[in-house]
């Protein structure tokens, strides 16, 4: 018992002491200085890091809801466009039909033609404001194109830069674009107009 006493103390006294640890020391102002821009720092990261994600995300979004549009918008303008000039196309068959028959009564093919004149310009018409609608959508987009900001500007952005809009670009996107919704919507109101012109001007061969 004696022997282990004695061992015991010699090898407490062989350790070097331990250094004493240093969690509650005063920290100087320098290091709270350089503590607090590096998390100032961090903080700015994080923010702007967020910020391009934001701005991906939302030009992503944007850029899709476009082709959308510009998909449902282009079916609408070949729908009326077809509309109008196959019904331009079946009036022409007819009417040429019609007068090469042998048996024709001229007096009464002449009264059908002149009741189908109404409707043939109406389906002009209507075909003719479908190809002034794609010449507007054409003109609508380039200005879109142009409204939207690059790379430069987007990255001024990011860092506090306002961007600057083309002068009355928005005007003109909203202008154009209700003036192509209105003449579209022109286009298929003549059609329907034509068509009931056509079955009206058939009343002269007895059908009603």
């Given at each position: 018992m004696i022997g282990l006493s004695v061992s015991d103390d010699k090898a407490k006294s062989t350790n070097p002491p331990r250094p004493k640890a240093k969690f509650f020391d005063a920290v100087d102002g320098g290091e709270l200085l350089k503590i607090r821009e590096q998390s100032r720092l961090h903080i700015n990261e994080r923010y702007l890091l967020a910020l391009e994600k934001y701005a991906d995300q939302i030009a992503a979004e944007r850029i899709k809801a476009s082709e959308y549009s510009k998909e449902h918008g282009?079916?609408?303008i070949r729908t009326v466009f077809l509309l109008n000039g196959g019904a331009i196309i079946a009036l022409l068959t007819f009417v040429s039909a019609m007068f090469g028959k042998t048996d024709l009564n001229v007096l009464l093919a002449i009264t059908l033609g002149k009741k189908l004149v109404p409707a043939f310009y109406c389906f002009a018409g209507g075909l003719a404001a479908a190809a002034l609608v794609t010449g507007l959508g054409f003109f609508n987009?380039?200005?879109?194109?142009?409204?939207?900001?690059?790379?430069g500007p987007i990255f001024d952005w990011i860092h506090n830069k306002p961007i600057e809009q083309p002068p009355n670009a928005n005007k003109l996107i909203q202008g154009t674009y209700w003036i192509a919704v209105t003449i579209v919507v022109g286009s298929l109101v003549a059609f329907i107009a034509g068509a009931y012109l056509v079955t009206t001007a058939f009343s002269v061969l007895g059908i009603e």
């Amino acid at each position: 018992m004696i022997g282990l006493s004695v061992s015991d103390d010699k090898a407490k006294s062989t350790n070097p002491p331990r250094p004493k640890a240093k969690f509650f020391d005063a920290v100087d102002g320098g290091e709270l200085l350089k503590i607090r821009e590096q998390s100032r720092l961090h903080i700015n990261e994080r923010y702007l890091l967020a910020l391009e994600k934001y701005a991906d995300q939302i030009a992503a979004e944007r850029i899709k809801a476009s082709e959308y549009s510009k998909e449902h918008g282009s079916l609408f303008i070949r729908t009326v466009f077809l509309l109008n000039g196959g019904a331009i196309i079946a009036l022409l068959t007819f009417v040429s039909a019609m007068f090469g028959k042998t048996d024709l009564n001229v007096l009464l093919a002449i009264t059908l033609g002149k009741k189908l004149v109404p409707a043939f310009y109406c389906f002009a018409g209507g075909l003719a404001a479908a190809a002034l609608v794609t010449g507007l959508g054409f003109f609508n987009w380039r200005v879109v194109a142009d409204s939207y900001a690059g790379p430069g500007p987007i990255f001024d952005w990011i860092h506090n830069k306002p961007i600057e809009q083309p002068p009355n670009a928005n005007k003109l996107i909203q202008g154009t674009y209700w003036i192509a919704v209105t003449i579209v919507v022109g286009s298929l109101v003549a059609f329907i107009a034509g068509a009931y012109l056509v079955t009206t001007a058939f009343s002269v061969l007895g059908i009603e």
